[in-house]
């Protein structure tokens, strides 16, 4: 066998058993991701999604960024999953157009008012009742993905190395400055609203866990979740 030949063989026998290795991480992040997910999401799509993050990890890690290559596969992994998801973005236009009806609404009543819009201030401004204003809420949160990267900000802009240098000290700044704006206006939310995000981003614990700990249906929880982002859109709207 050729020098080529035999480094091919030894690389292919390498990237099996790295991928035999890591593989579990992946199945592991893709089914924490889908407990959090509509039912529609597939646990293999996630799979293969995230093995294509991990190793895309393998070939960038840089040991002297800081952060060990599990945390860093951890993120890449994740961060892959959530690319396929909203590639594969399900939700009908109507969806999306309430939902920007809805962040205007909130913001129209609190701008008027100086105080949180409530279920039923949102609801009248809409022009809708408060059922069909839930309905709006449950469907939002069940049709697309809701995080912090929705605001504008990743889970590697809040607390993790990144591979990619900062191009100046003014992103850095702008960056900082969001964070700290999102800080505040997270701890103006009303509290039930405060306190599903912390148990559900904090904590980790999915929609049906988060009504059992506040005694409350998954869906009145998913309707909690939808609003609480909502209105972090719509004080947020202005942030350049």
Known sequence: MGGAALYKTCQLDANESFIKEYAPLVKRIAHHLLARLPSIIQAEDLIQAGMIGLIEAARNFDEQKGATFITYAG?????AMLDEIRKGDWAP???????R???QAMREVENSTGRDA???DVARTLGVSLEEYHQILQDSNSSRIFA???LGVNEEALDCPTTNPISGPLEGLQRDD?????GVEIAKLPERE????????DEELNLREVGEVLGVSESRISQIHSQAMLRLKSRLVNWK
């Open 148 to 150: 912090f990267e929705d």
């Open 194 to 201: 405060k306190l599903v995000l912390a148990l559900y981003y």
């Open 118 to 120: 409530r279920d039923v």
């Open 93 to 99: 236009r109507s969806v999306h157009k309430n939902t």
């Open 75 to 79: 993120i890449r992994i994740r961060g």
């Open 101 to 103: 009806r809805v962040a």
């Open 178 to 182: 969001f964070k700290q704006k999102l």
